[in-house]
T-cell receptor, first 109, second 114 residues
Framework: DAKTTQPPSMDCAEGRAANLPCNHS???????VYWYRQIHSQGPQYIIH???NNETNEMASLIITEDRKSSTLILPHATLRDTAVYYC??????????FGPGTSLSVIP | DTGVSQDPRHKITKRGQNVTFRCDPI?????LYWYRQTLGQGPEFLTY????????KSRLLSDRFSAERPKGSFSTLEIQRTEQGDSAMYLC????????????FGSGTRLTVV
């Protein structure tokens, strides 16, 4: 069973920040938060992961609450190419990736 | 290296036929994973290999499914006696060790059983 809950869908205006929430209230101390996305007709793409601290890379930022029970993926300037399904998942370093239903993000012109 | 390659991209087969899919991972990745995805759902884990050893199989992987990675490089997934319920996207991914820094997925093979 998925250990995370995400809203099924969200909209975001092009050029604005997209903030995608994820709840993982049962996360264990050794589990990381991961985000992947899947653009239509392609395989999933790794975006970012984190344990406790906030993380940033060239694609996105990951904000994890202090209690680690929730997180937010931020796409700072959403473009039409960011329209995709975004998957939040938690796992230890040795677990396999298990996907839930994700959030379908639509970036609107 | 151009990433994870899957072949074919699309396969249409008649019910009862056998099909085989191939996955070529990133060359330095020692782990290889197979997932299945149906419309509107997230990918479901099927099985994974570390080098040539198959370390885990999901209960979704019925006896009609078999996967191999004979030399620890490319992998094949065979479905025998296909059923309409096997129609799905079959995704392959690879990672270096446990994939702490993410899996790299291929574009998948879309199977349609008619």
């Amino acid at each position: 069973d998925a250990k995370t809950t995400q809203p099924p869908s969200m909209d975001c205006a092009e050029g604005r920040a997209a903030n995608l929430p994820c709840n993982h209230s049962t996360i264990s101390g050794n589990e990381y938060v991961y985000w992947y996305r899947q653009i239509h007709s392609q395989g999933p793409q790794y975006i970012i992961h984190g344990l406790k601290n906030n993380e940033t890379n060239e694609m996105a930022s990951l904000i994890i609450t202090e209690d680690r029970k929730s997180s937010t993926l931020i796409l700072p300037h959403a473009t039409l190419r960011d329209t995709a399904v975004y998957y939040c998942l938690v796992k230890t370093s040795y677990d396999k990736v298990i996907f839930g239903p994700g959030t379908s993000l639509s970036v609107i012109p | 290296d151009t990433g994870v390659s899957q072949d074919p991209r699309h396969k249409i087969t008649k019910r009862g036929q056998n099909v085989t899919f191939r996955c070529d991972p990133i060359s330095e990745h020692n782990r290889l994973y197979w997932y299945r995805q149906t419309l509107g759902q997230g990918p479901e884990f099927l099985t994974y290999f570390q080098n040539e050893a198959q370390l885990e199989k999901s209960r979704l992987l019925s006896d009609r499914f078999s996967a191999e990675r004979p030399k620890g490089s490319f992998s094949t997934l065979e479905i025998q006696r296909t059923e309409q319920g096997d129609s799905a996207m079959y995704l392959c991914a690879s990672s270096l060790n446990d994939g702490t820094y993410g899996y790299t997925f291929g574009s998948g093979t879309r199977l349609t059983v008619v």
